[in-house]
């Protein structure tokens, strides 16, 4: 996603690329901060974040850092600042394993933002 965003905005078609994130209503982002987000990439999500903030549409973050790294690997000034207040301001952190993993290697967690979910059980 992140790459596709960069190239849109190279050729300036940016705002189309980011209009159905916007509207999804739920977006899973999986392998969440692998690299760390670059000023223009903490921007996008910034901005695709902001929108979902206001309709109150659902978010997943998938990461195997743990939530105290991610001001780091989102460029660490005021948009990663911005971006992850955004995130978790009305979210809910589920942190877990891997299916019967034993070890305490640092890629075998996974810590997971839940925003504006709402569980059914049926």
């Known amino acids: 996603m992140l790459k ?3 190239l849109a ?4 078609s940016d705002r189309n690329m980011i209009q159905p994130y916007r509207k999804v209503r739920l977006l899973i982002l ?4 692998l690299r760390p987000l670059s000023a ?10 902001e929108c979902r903030s206001v309709g109150r549409l659902s ?5 195997q850092f743990d939530t105290t790294e991610w001001l780091e690997r989102t460029c660490n000034d005021l948009i990663g600042e911005s971006l992850l207040d955004r995130i978790f301001h009305c ?4 942190a877990g394993g891997m299916a019967g993993s034993q070890t305490t290697e640092p890629w075998a967690h ?3 933002i839940c925003t504006y979910l709402t569980l059914m059980v049926t």
């Open 4 to 6: 596709e965003l960069s």
């Open 9 to 12: 905005h190279s050729d300036g």
């Open 30 to 33: 999986d392998g969440w901060l």
């Open 40 to 49: 223009e990439a903490a921007k996008e999500i910034f901005e695709i974040m």
């Open 59 to 63: 978010t997943i973050f998938c990461s």
């Open 91 to 94: 979210s809910y952190k589920i």
């Open 110 to 112: 996974c810590i997971v």
